[in-house]
């Protein structure tokens, strides 16, 4: 098979290999659109860390979660302190998390009593230097940066805007689940608000006609090396 015909198989077969992968366990994430404050998801428990909070900023961990790390839970009075409020999520008099603080870089693990597959947070003012991580048990399942979100966001820590303040899902898929979210930041801070969790159901994601258009060509590859052979 000469060169160009070697370079179209590959391409079917790398193409192929993407298709089996997405029968996998993943972690698939969407964007909610502007304007949207909380989980969207029907029949999860959602977090607002309302009551928990102060204006210098304490150290209380909501019933849900066990709480480790250097973490605050602040209450919103309009001045930025080293971390700012989500935008529009946490109005002055509402309670906010922040990691790490008081300190600059740092981490929070919060610990789940059981095994969920879908956690959504409210990711306010995103920098590259923010990721989340989700565990089970000991073992980390997955990590996203605050650039992981790029388009549509901007990772540029933007305090007054949509394009870095915004609601984020992370759904598991095929039976994979976590029990413990870490948030992580190197530099002020990682802040977020109405964490929510859950078992859903995930509607089957249909495979975009493109893809099986690239299947069909895969096919006409083999078949065509296949003859050629022959010959």
């Known amino acids: 098979m000469n060169p160009s015909k070697l370079f179209k198989l590959s391409i079917g077969l790398s193409l192929f290999m993407g298709v089996t992968s997405l029968c996998q366990a993943a972690v698939i994430h969407y964007v909610d659109d502007p304007g949207i404050l909380t989980s969207q998801v029907a029949g999860v428990t959602t977090i607002d860390f309302e009551g928990l909070g102060s204006y210098a900023g304490t150290t209380n961990c909501p019933v849900e979660y066990n709480c480790a790390g250097d973490y605050q ?116 801070a990682f802040e977020s608000d109405n964490h929510a969790y859950g078992n859903v ?16 060509a895969l096919i006409g590859l083999i078949g065509f090396g296949k003859r050629r052979k022959a010959a």
């Not at 956690?119 to 000991?138: A, R, V």
């Not at 006609?209 to 299947?215: I, M, T």
């Open 73 to 188: 839970i602040r209450t919103s009075n309009g001045i930025v302190n080293q971390s700012a409020a989500p935008y529009q999520a946490t109005p002055v008099g509402e309670d906010w998390l922040t990691v790490p603080n008081p300190i600059s870089h740092g981490s929070a693990m919060f610990t789940l009593g059981a095994n969920y597959n879908y956690f959504g947070l409210f990711w306010g003012s995103i920098d590259t230097y923010n990721s989340i991580n989700f565990f089970d048990g000991s073992t980390l399942l997955a990590s996203f940066s605050g650039g992981a979100f790029v388009p549509p966001l901007q990772a540029d820590g933007g305090q007054g805007d949509w394009d870095s303040n915004r609601f984020i899902n992370f759904m598991m898929t095929d039976g994979m689940t976590y029990n413990g979210v870490e948030l992580v930041s190197n530099g002020f």
């Open 201 to 216: 159901v995930l509607s089957p994601v249909p495979v975009p006609a493109a893809v099986w258009l690239f299947g069909t």
